[in-house]
């Protein structure tokens, strides 16, 4: 039998690995968690509403100033710009807020995390009932094969589909197909993977709610004779999605799978003040995994209180970006090859879990040799 | 039920106010709350999502967070008030006597 490190993997949530992963012991298991005195966590933990009101005004405000200059600059060569700004504010920040407040953690009252999640959801075109649970889902089993919907690239990388996600293109077309399967009470595979009965009614009628709006989208640009409301909703999702790629490539590509620890498995990068308000720092990415109850504003700090315990975070987002795609080009050839980073003296070790004895630690020895 | 009895479970002045501890008894686990309002209330350890122990999590008002997904249940009712928990939470009777917290479970 081909060892499972240089076999080419079932990546589907459906396949033969899932049931493999929960008899490696890989499902739902206890993860690793840096020390953090309890008094210090229920500090970071604390929920506020300031900083979340604050940054929605400022993110629909410049969403509310991009569109403007947009729709002034239509039908001159300024328009592409325009709407280039317009469509990353609208995508970038649609994806951070879908997430932190999926979490329900980036304001303090319920119902506002609520209400942002849901436009957000529908902004990102990621249906808020069934991402919801995927995403449960990613944190339960992060980058486990044939357990986690979220894994960005498998081994070997398919080029065509990164290419195709910088406008959307592949993860688009397959949501909006399922939206439509959901329309007739209808679930694809994959998805009774993660979402439960219970769920599934919800699920269906968000979808018949986001068809409707696209198709009020549809019936605007046809009665104006104009694709202009098209390019204000719905379509920024697509051609504005390049940054969600690109931040979306720093969280864990390259890294390990199959572990039961986030800083294996899970990059922080810094960023500079304008990405992170975009990206609501998610840029902490191995802080939140591990901590997923702090909100984004205290991030920071929890980097801070866990640093001595992780691997030293990539300086930039081009930095982070030049990683995974040497380490992609790499995985064309070599699928088992893992970006190892090593601990401060200060860390405690890392814990590979049941892949210690398998592929995990197969790759890491193979990488540590070539590294030397 | 017959087999039900109390078990000293802490010192109340152990769980801070709007705080959770976890208690083990056996091979069973629970979380021991106290509300801002200094009364005590006991659940199952674990969330009914997936088997994360709720003790690691944070209390909001009437409500615990799960540390791994942020599903909320109410720890008085048991009731499960944020998705990604569906299922109710089992609750159990506690006492304060003279500063030991009890929990009745059978």
């Known amino acids: 039998m081909v060892p499972t490190a240089t076999r080419k993997r079932d990546y589907r949530l ?26 210090k966590l229920k500090q970071l933990m604390k929920r506020k509403d300031g900083p979340a009101i604050r940054d929605t005004l400022l993110w629909f405000g410049a969403l509310a100033a991009a569109g403007y200059a947009a729709y002034l600059s239509w039908g001159t060569w300024w328009a592409i710009p325009a709407f280039a700004v317009y469509g990353v504010l609208y995508a970038s920040p649609a994806d951070s807020r879908w997430h932190e407040c999926g979490h329900g953690t980036a304001f303090k009252t319920p119902w506002m995390n609520e209400a942002v999640y849901q436009i957000a959801s529908f902004m990102i075109l990621r249906p808020a009932t069934p991402w919801r649970w995927s995403h449960a889902r990613h944190h339960t089993d992060t980058i486990i094969v044939g357990r986690d919907p979220e894994i960005v690239a498998p081994r070997p990388p398919v080029w065509r589909v990164i290419l195709m996600e910088s406008f959307k293109l592949y993860g688009g077309p397959r949501d909006l197909k399922r939206m439509l399967l959901h329309c007739f009470g209808k679930l694809d595979a994959e998805e009774r993977e993660y979402i439960p009965a219970s769920e599934i009614p919800k699920t269906c009628w968000e979808s018949r709610v986001y068809v409707l709006i696209f198709a009020a989208v549809v019936i605007a640009c046809l009665y104006g004779g104009t694709v202009l409301p098209a390019l204000f909703i719905v379509l920024p999702s697509f051609y504005g999605s390049f940054l969600v790629l690109l931040t979306g490539m720093s969280q864990h590509l390259g890294l390990y799978e199959d572990v039961l620890d986030h800083r294996l498995n899970t990059r922080t990068t810094y960023m500079n003040p304008i990405l992170r308000f975009l990206y609501w720092n998610m840029n902490y990415h191995t802080e939140h995994h591990m901590f997923p109850m702090v909100p984004y504003h205290a991030l ?17 987002l081009a930095a982070a970006l030049r990683e995974v795609f040497q380490a992609l080009a790499r995985q064309r050839k070599d699928p088992t090859y893992t970006i190892v980073r090593p601990l401060p003296e200060t860390a405690r070790p890392y814990r590979y879990g049941p892949a210690e004895e398998t592929g995990a630690a197969q790759a890491r020895q193979t990488n540590e040799s070539l590294a030397k | 039920m017959a087999n039900e009895q109390w078990i000293a479970a802490c010192e109340a002045e152990e769980i801070e106010e709007e705080d959770v501890i976890r ?58 008030k944020r998705a990604p928990v569906c299922v109710a939470l089992r609750t159990y009777p506690v006492k304060n006597d003279a500063g030991t917290i009890w929990i009745k479970i059978d």
């Open chain 1, 14 to 39: 459906t396949g033969p690995e899932n049931a493999l992963a929960r008899q490696k012991g890989l499902a739902a298991a206890e993860w690793y968690v840096c020390p953090v005195p309890r008094p």
């Open chain 1, 300 to 316: 920071p700090k929890l980097h801070e209180e866990i640093r001595h315990d992780c691997p030293a975070p990539s300086p930039s």
């Open chain 2, 23 to 80: 208690f083990d008894h056996g091979d069973r686990t629970f979380a021991l709350y106290r509300s801002a309002d200094d009364q005590y209330y006991a659940t199952d350890g674990y969330c009914t999502h997936e088997r994360f122990h709720l003790a690691d999590g944070l209390v909001i008002g009437r409500q615990i967070e799960c540390p791994k997904h942020n599903g909320r249940f109410d720890y008085a009712t048991g009731e499960a």
